[in-house]
Every structure is written in structure tokens, then in C-alpha cells.
């Protein structure tokens, strides 16, 4: 069984590998003890890649890195991140877009299988919301594709609770379109 100490060890370690790293900038993060039944992780780091050099269009992510659940028997982390959101910025037009796809080995881009309903997709969308206030967003687009139903609505339930415009395109498919106007 894995130790509170454990975990809160494995914390301390990657975040000071990602504040060291001049690629990345920490976004959030929390190192509260994980409680017994918690439905919500409460150690976590949301962090990106983004860096605003002047290119006007681009490509970046935000990721959610726990230790929860992810200490093999080594005391290692089993994966640098549990989440990634992939997006890309024009700020010639002021429009944000991303892309949340089923892909081979996880359940989304947005939440690895292992680490769904734990508030990570959340967080990282969180993140990115304040991030396009930050550069002056005025619009977030966006498309869904998912094999799986139940995991469809799950997709769909996170933009929604965020306020996206969610168009489904072929609900059998598991195919649909976001769209957020920042005010």
C-alpha cells in the first residue's frame, strides 16, 4: 500500500523537475493530503508549454500531473501526466481550439482511463480557461470524437459544466463540436 508520505515525496520531486524545466510553466497545483473516499484529487499540477515568443499561431498543452494512483513499486511516477489538453492559438484572430479524441492507450485526451472521475479533465480545463481570458481569447472552438457512448456523455457533460455550446454531430459515432464565446 502506498503512504501518504509517498505520495506527497513523488509530489515534491516532479514539480521541482517542472519548475526546473524552462519548457514548462506551472499553472496551478495543490499538495493536500488525499483523504479516504475522495471523489477529487487534492495533490495535482496543471502545467504548460505554451510560451508567448511572439509566434502568433501555435500548438501547446496543459497537463495534470497527480501522484495518486500512479506510484509504481519502485516509488516512481508510472506517467509524467494523467491528462493532457491539446490546443492551438491564433492571436491574430483570438481564437482557441481543441481537440478531444479517443486515442489508443487512453479514454481521451482530456482524462487517461485510469484517472477519470478523479476532477483532472476539470482542472486542466480550468486551466485553459484562464489562460485564453490571459491572452485575450475571444472565442474557444472545438471537436469531440469518441468510440465509446458513455464516455461521449462524459466529454459532453465536462464542456457543459464549463458552459461550451455542444453541437452533437452523430451521437451513435460519438462525434461532436464545442464553441465558447469568452466575454
Keep these: 500500500m502506498v503512504s501518504q508520505e509517498d505520495y506527497t515525496a513523488l509530489y515534491k520531486k516532479r514539480l521541482a523537475i ?10 496551478a497545483s495543490m499538495n493536500k ?17 505554451f510560451k508567448k515568443d511572439g509566434q502568433k499561431v501555435k500548438t501547446a498543452s496543459i497537463f495534470v500531473y497527480t501522484p495518486f494512483n500512479n506510484i509504481d513499486k519502485y516509488g516512481h ?10 490546443f492551438e492559438l491564433n ?3 483570438g481564437v482557441m481550439h481543441i481537440t478531444v479524441l479517443e486515442t489508443l ?4 485526451r482530456l482524462a487517461f ?7 483532472l479533465a476539470q482542472l486542466a480545463l480550468h486551466s485553459l480557461l484562464n489562460l485564453a481570458n490571459k491572452l485575450n481569447v475571444k472565442t474557444i472552438s472545438g471537436n469531440i470524437s469518441s468510440f ?11 464542456f457543459e459544466k464549463f458552459e461550451f455550446d455542444v453541437t452533437i454531430k452523430d451521437a451513435e459515432h460519438g462525434i461532436g463540436r464545442l464553441n465558447k464565446t469568452l466575454s
Design 18 to 27: 517542472i519548475e526546473d524545466d524552462p519548457q514548462f510553466t506551472v499553472l
Design 33 to 49: 493530503p488525499m483523504t479516504a473516499g475522495a471523489d477529487r484529487v487534492t495533490q495535482y499540477i496543471v502545467y504548460t508549454d
Design 77 to 86: 511516477s508510472k506517467a509524467d501526466f494523467q491528462a493532457q489538453l491539446l
Design 91 to 93: 492571436e491574430w484572430d
Design 105 to 108: 492507450g487512453s479514454e481521451s
Design 113 to 119: 482511463f485510469d484517472y477519470q472521475n478523479h476532477g
Design 148 to 158: 465509446d457512448k458513455e464516455k461521449f456523455a462524459k466529454i459532453v457533460h465536462i
